[in-house]
């Protein structure tokens, strides 16, 4: 009889590195619900990811504007097609609309929001119905603009 020969069945060492396998995966297993857990809570406030999105989408708009301004509380921005893109508050909602028309909501359970035009873009305060304040620079690299 031979030693090296395996009868049906599993040795030692492969049952030992099969278990370190399990053991490290589930080790992470909590890691991973607790973060896919805060990304899919819903709270109060405005949504982390939902921000993200917004913040983002603005930037680029501001980036590859004509012009900025704020006008009512509202940011107003002249695309490269000469298109008016407005973001405003609207029902507890941020709305953005194109030529007065159009209904795109940005951002849900906003309490208030206000804009604020620097030069080459506009800073922006959103509060939440959670009472906490993000403030964010929406800003261009142009330097062709004039400021008010």
């Not at 900025?68 to 507890?92: G, L, P």
């Amino acid at each position: 009889m031979s030693i090296f020969r395996k009868h049906d069945g599993f040795t030692l060492l492969e049952v030992l590195v099969s278990f370190s396998v399990i053991l490290i995966l589930t080790a992470f297993f909590p890691l991973l619900l607790k973060n896919l857990s805060l990304l899919t809570e819903k709270g109060d406030g405005i949504h982390p990811l939902e921000l993200e999105v917004f913040i983002q989408q603005a930037t680029r708009e501001v980036r590859n504007a004509k012009r900025v301004s704020v006008e009512s509380n509202a940011m107003v921005i002249i695309n490269q097609d000469d298109q008016r893109v407005t973001y405003e508050f609207y029902q507890k909602n941020v709305r953005r609309r194109v030529n007065g028309t159009g209904h795109e909501l940005l951002l849900h359970g906003v309490e208030s929001i206000t804009f604020k035009e620097v030069n080459n873009g506009a800073i922006v305060n959103v509060k939440g119905k959670d009472e906490i304040i993000h403030e964010f620079k929406l800003g261009a690299i142009r330097t062709s603009w004039t400021s008010k």
